[in-house]
T-cell receptor, first 114, second 114 residues
Framework: AQSVTQPDIHITVSEGASLELRCNYS??????LFWYVQSPGQGLQLLLK??????LVQGIKGFEAEFKRSQSSFNLRKPSVHWSDAAEYFC????????????FGTGTRLKVLA | ETGVTQTPRHLVMGMTNKKSLKCEQH?????MYWYKQSAKKPLELMFV???????ENNSVPSRFSPECPNSSHLFLHLHTLQPEDSALYLC?????????????FGPGTRLLVL
């Protein structure tokens, strides 16, 4: 069955510390992978996506993610977190063109300590 | 205006009311989506439209009635809702010339059913 798992419901880090948010997926075909961020009361904003090529992808706001096929993972990282990064982060997997359904993880809520 | 817009941003309605949510995308996309986001639950896909045709209905109760008059506009008509329908309703769109089918979200409508 297709699924996306974000094992950490909440993560707290200090401002300036590094961050890694975990995402594991189960998908029969080559997945398209996405990370979105949602600030309180807002919609989801695309941070980055992967579909082929270099397994390390760069996104907006200084985020990056690494696709590891052998581990079925697509973890999101940031070397130095800012207080404004406090939000909820969603990993999603989508299919090839023509399949419009995404499968979203349940999200990881990030708290940043000053 | 750019991106995906949703109106109203907040809505309070009684169980006997009829209201409509509106979504408009200015991205030249062909597919549009309605999602429901409830507290402590995963994002739920409700409906998908592609080139104005409904391609997905995820067993959504009939008190939710979508309408897609063209590829730029999507409505969600609400009637005789229940308190458990209170949630953030997100609209998204995808398509155009992107290689990877990427969904872009609006800011959402926060709905409270009394």
């Amino acid at each position: 069955a297709q699924s996306v798992t974000q094992p950490d419901i909440h993560i707290t880090v200090s401002e300036g510390a590094s961050l890694e948010l975990r995402c594991n997926y189960s998908y029969g075909a080559t997945p398209y992978l996405f990370w979105y961020v949602q600030s309180p009361g807002q919609g989801l904003q695309l941070l980055l996506k992967y579909f082929s090529g270099d397994t390390l992808v760069q996104g907006i706001k200084g985020f990056e993610a690494e696709f590891k096929r052998s581990q079925s993972s697509f973890n999101l990282r940031k070397p130095s977190v800012h207080w404004s990064d406090a939000a909820e982060y969603f990993c999603a997997v989508g299919g090839t063109s023509g399949t419009y359904k995404y499968i979203f993880g349940t999200g990881t809520r990030l708290k940043v300590l000053a | 205006e750019t991106g995906v817009t949703q109106t109203p941003r907040h809505l309070v309605m009684g169980m006997t009311n009829k209201k409509s949510l509106k979504c408009e995308q200015h991205l030249g996309h062909n597919a549009m989506y309605w999602y429901k986001q409830s507290a402590k639950k995963p994002l739920e896909l409700m409906f998908v439209y592609n080139f104005k045709e409904q391609t997905e209905n995820n067993s959504v109760p009939s008190r939710f009635s979508p309408e897609c008059p063209n590829s730029s506009h999507l409505f969600l008509h609400l009637h005789t809702l229940q308190p458990e329908d209170s949630a953030l309703y997100l609209c998204a769109s995808s398509g155009g010339t992107e290689v990877v089918e990427t969904q872009y979200f609006g800011p959402g409508t926060r709905l409270l059913v009394l």
